[in-house]
Antibody
Framework: QVQLVESGGGVVQPGQSLRLSCAAS????????MHWVRQAPDKGLEWVAV????????YYGDSMEGRLTISRDNSKNTLNLQMNSLRAEDTAVYYC???????????????WGQGSLVVVSS | DIQMTQSPTSLSASVGDRVTISCRAS??????LNWYQQKPGKAPKLLIY???SLQTGVPSRFRGSGSGTDFTLTITSLQPDDFATYYC?????????FGPGTIVDI
């Protein structure tokens, strides 16, 4: 069965960096686009970034663009999110999510990880 | 960006009730509309994609309809497991956007 397991969350100070990872299993990771979606405490869902199946195409949401790098290692079935210059408003649970469509991506999420909490606080 | 709105913000219902949640897009998104269910402390779960297609494994009491700018999620007979927050999401254009959510409680 499909499993997505995030890691790397924690408490950081404003301005610091953090790298999240997502270990994927149970499907052909290299065939699917992958996303990050976040959810601030008691708030709604916000799409953060997508990377195509081969890593050649990357897009970012508006709120964190310029401070993020999404990447993947298909040899290790791993998705990453490098977050820089973190702000208090970036405090959220960060989910990795699998795109439903193989190939490029379709922009909907059929499997999600359990989430990784990032707290930005001084 | 495409703005998504949902109504109502929350609703109270009983087991066996028919429940309808609305979602509206700020522009025409054809049928690029998806619905998710989220329970407290858990990741969202895909219910409906392409406005009306049922995701594999999702009970048939969940129905989606609509096109263009107006969409509806209907739960035909509410079950105890259905008390949750429901989000719509468009995948017509980047940035992908979600509605603010509708809480369905007892």
């Amino acid at each position: 069965q499909v499993q997505l397991v995030e890691s790397g969350g924690g408490v950081v100070q404003p301005g610091q960096s953090l790298r999240l990872s997502c270990a994927a299993s149970g499907f052909s990771f290299s065939n699917y686009g992958m996303h990050w979606v976040r959810q601030a405490p008691d708030k709604g869902l916000e799409w953060v970034a997508v990377i195509s199946y081969d890593g050649s195409i990357k897009y970012y949401g508006d709120s964190m663009e310029g401070r993020l790098t999404i990447s993947r290692d298909n040899s290790k079935n791993t998705l990453n999110l490098q977050m820089n210059s973190l702000r208090a408003e970036d405090t959220a649970v960060y989910y990795c999510a699998k795109d439903q469509a193989s190939g490029l991506y379709r922009g909907l999420f059929d499997y999600w990880g359990q989430g990784s909490l990032v707290v930005v606080s001084s | 960006d495409i703005q998504m709105t949902q109504s109502p913000t929350s609703l109270s219902a009983s087991v066996g009730d028919r429940v309808t949640i609305s979602c509206r897009a700020s522009q025409n998104i054809n049928t690029y509309l998806n619905w998710y269910q989220q329970k407290p402390g858990k990741a969202p779960k895909l219910l409906i994609y392409g406005a009306s297609s049922l995701q594999t494994g999702v009970p048939s009491r969940f129905r989606g309809s609509g096109s263009g700018t107006d969409f509806t999620l209907t739960i035909t007979s509410l079950q105890p497991d259905d008390f949750a927050t429901y989000y719509c999401q468009e995948n017509y254009r980047r940035p992908l956007t979600f509605g603010p959510g509708t809480i369905v409680d007892i």
